[in-house]
């Protein structure tokens, strides 16, 4: 059954929905685009859950009537926050959900929000194109170039430590540590960490969280360098979406998307890249280019790989740049039989039977 973006009576009518609240990737501020960053919600009942918190998320989580309305509330049912990886596209307006989660609605939880994310990388990355580097840089922070989540947190929190201070103290504010609670991600053991060789070994969707409305496995995807990368999958008993995350054309992300009946996949347009870098651009850069490519999936990519997995329907998002034309991502329905969607901001989709439905 195809899923099409909804009206918001409709999509109240549907237990889980999925929320787009920003579609726009990377991290230029594209022309002539009104995309925000990258950041999605599942929602289940009344219960949120929040993949990847892009440039603008805050005030799009507003528009969307997704939490309560009124001062100082609207995260009142956030239950659980996905990083897929570290770029900063995904990450940027995180410090503003631990920030502004008091001002938001941290009055109104039940329990902690849950905060998820990639563990530290381990190793650097490799210089890319070292050979032609006039100078090579220096390392950033040598003493933990590479944080995971949980580390990256306790340093952003630091660096608001006036606030942090100022708001307990003087506003008698809840302490973040009983607000969020947050946890990088494990690989599951025998994964065969080889982050500058094969970011992506074969392996099965595992577990990262649970609770009563729903499942999320997660895979490594290839975003190279970045690692780790992740892709997730939201399984409830209404269905499965799968977020793609960034990612090149990669197994994994057709394991996990396996018969899933929304499939949230990020795109880029390679002519732009071409106008940037190609043969007849002003600086051709073909290994640039190949690097580009490698990280992220072209406009006729996408087709064949929701194809394989047997998804039923295809939502563009992460959509590089943000002002290509919609005619023009349209043409990833090429080497697809499901329906293709090219996601907007604040679209909804439903799953599952609407209630007062036969
Ligand atoms: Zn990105
Ligand atoms: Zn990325």
Redesign the pocket.
Known sequence: MAHLPLSAEQAARHRTRVTLLGTA?GPPWWDGSDRAGISTVVSVGEDHYLIDCGEGWGPQFRKSGLGPTGFQKGLDNLRGVFIT?H?S??MIDYPNLLLLAWHNGSNGLKQPIQVVGPGDRGTLPPIFAEEKREHLPEVFHPGSPTPGLVESTQRLLEAYAMDINDRMRDNAKQDLREIFEFRDIELPPGTGLDPNGDPTPAMEPFEVYRDENIRVTAILVD?RP?FP?FAFRFETPDGAIVVS??TGVCENLVNISQGADILLHECIDMDWVDGLMGPDSPMPDPNLMQHMLA?HTAIEEVGPQAEKAGVDTLVLTHLVPGNTPVEKWEKAQIGFSGTLVVGEDLMVFGLGAPSGSE
């Open positions: 990737g990886h770029h596209d995904h975003h970045i990368a995350g960034d990280a």
